[in-house]
């Protein structure tokens, strides 16, 4: 059997296979061994689909197309059944997904030299916060979509299990530690013990102490930024002048969100807002909601709102530029707003760790090491509401965007522990 590990990330993805010997990540785009979870539908050209940063690229450059991000998101939510239209037909979302994935496995494939014909494939803990039954069907779908790009085998492992495997490598000693990946989509976490001693054990299972999962992610936080900061300039806080009614806020939220983005151009949604706008207190605020959808320029504004949230992690300020929508155009964000309207996620997160170290029946004080990884573990707040779990251990990070990918090709080249 010819395993390969797969990431697949709400906002970026990497796949790793054994390489000369050794578990290796492959170069994906370039020599870049990450990818973003990013498809592009050029609408001038048949059958002109690319991904990643190209994709990225293809839709900065031209209005015609469909960008379609934070695929992932749609197997823990209602639109693990929806379609969108592609060269006008319908295309299930998944479908979307599967030719992700397939690109994925055709540049494992050029890379190795030879076919994969299985597949360690990460998941979050939970991809559905408190129901098992749509847990469990959105691992289903996932399993479906692996097996008709091409896999003849898969097996999961949870994300943060996979970043165990990563960690470990640099352990010295024998200790537990609280696992913790904060991804685009969704937060996982997973007490472990691990050490130099306990490498060579084909089964870990037992060292596998707890596991919890939250849907709360990056993506989360970009909505929560763009719908303080941004939104407002497009007239989200302004009322109407009959009976002093408040602006609709669905269609705000709809744009706010990257796997949403699409579904708010309809013809029927600009009808609704241009005449709102010519109700609305402050009109020209609403004329800018419609400017947007009238020139599918939602992922644009979600482009730079991220680029904010990135950079309210080094600043405690940022501007979001928004010429694409008017000249001169700028929001401007602090972090502290930033924390504020991410305030309710971070105690999600709190309490998710929290319950991983309940169950575990470690206590607080039992946790030595917490290793923080994920992309979204970059923002300053989601450490320090981490941390609140277990405020004695020690901060551990590594690679924050490939840890996973990396702890998954190496069980898929070794097998065995942690499953």
Not at 197 to 225: N, S
Request: with cysteine; hydrophobic share 45%.
């Amino acid at each position: 059997m010819i395993a390969c590990g797969l990431d697949f990330g709400t906002s970026n993805s990497a796949i790793g296979v054994l390489h000369d010997g050794a578990p290796r990540l492959v170069p994906v785009e370039g020599d870049a061994t990450l990818l973003p979870s990013a498809v592009f539908f050029d609408a001038d050209r048949q059958g002109g689909v690319s991904f990643g940063a190209a994709a990225i690229a293809a839709h900065a450059e031209q209005a015609e197309g469909r960008l379609m991000r934070a695929l992932k998101s749609i197997l823990g939510s209602s639109l693990i059944d929806d379609e969108t239209v592609l060269a006008g037909r319908k295309v299930p979302l998944t479908r979307v997904v599967e030719m992700f994935v397939r690109h994925l496995k055709d540049r494992a494939e050029a890379f190795a030299g030879h076919e994969i014909t299985a597949v360690v494939h990460g998941r979050p803990v939970r991809f559905v916060d408190d129901d098992d039954a749509a847990d469990a069907r959105a691992q289903a779908v996932l399993d479906g979509i692996a097996r008709r790009a091409g896999f003849r085998e898969v097996s999961f492992v949870y994300e943060p299990i996979a970043a165990a495997h990563h960690y470990e490598a640099s352990v010295a000693s024998e200790e537990i530690a609280l696992i913790a990946d904060i991804g685009g989509g969704t937060s996982d976490f997973a007490v472990v013990r691990l050490g130099a001693d306990r490498r060579a054990r084909v089964d870990r299972a037992g060292d596998v102490l707890a596991a919890t999962g939250v849907r709360v992610g990056g993506t989360d936080f970009d909505t929560a930024l763009s719908l303080a900061a941004v939104m407002p300039l497009l007239g989200s806080r302004t009322r109407l002048i009959e009976k002093d009614l408040p602006m609709p806020k669905a269609l705000y939220r709809e744009l706010a969100t990257w796997a949403t983005i699409n579904f708010a151009y309809t013809h029927k949604n600009e009808r609704a807002v241009a005449e709102l706008a010519a109700r609305a207190r402050e009109p020209e605020k609403v004329r800018r909601l419609l400017d947007v959808l009238r020139g599918r320029l939602g992922h644009r504004l979600a482009f730079a709102v991220e680029d904010a949230k990135i950079a309210l992690s080094r600043d405690e300020r940022a501007t979001v530029a928004l010429d694409v929508i008017e000249r001169g155009l700028v929001a401007r964000a602090s972090r502290r707003g930033f924390e504020r309207a991410i305030a309710p996620a971070m105690e999600r997160l709190t309490a998710s760790a929290t319950r991983c170290i309940a169950a575990a029946g470690a206590g607080p004080r039992g946790i030595d090491a917490i290793f923080l990884t994920g992309g979204s573990s970059r923002v300053p707040a989601v450490g320090m509401a981490i941390h609140r779990a277990a405020p004695q251990a020690r901060v551990v990070r590594g690679d924050d965007l490939l840890s996973v990918a990396l702890g998954l090709t190496r069980i898929a080249a070794e097998g065995g522990a942690f499953r």
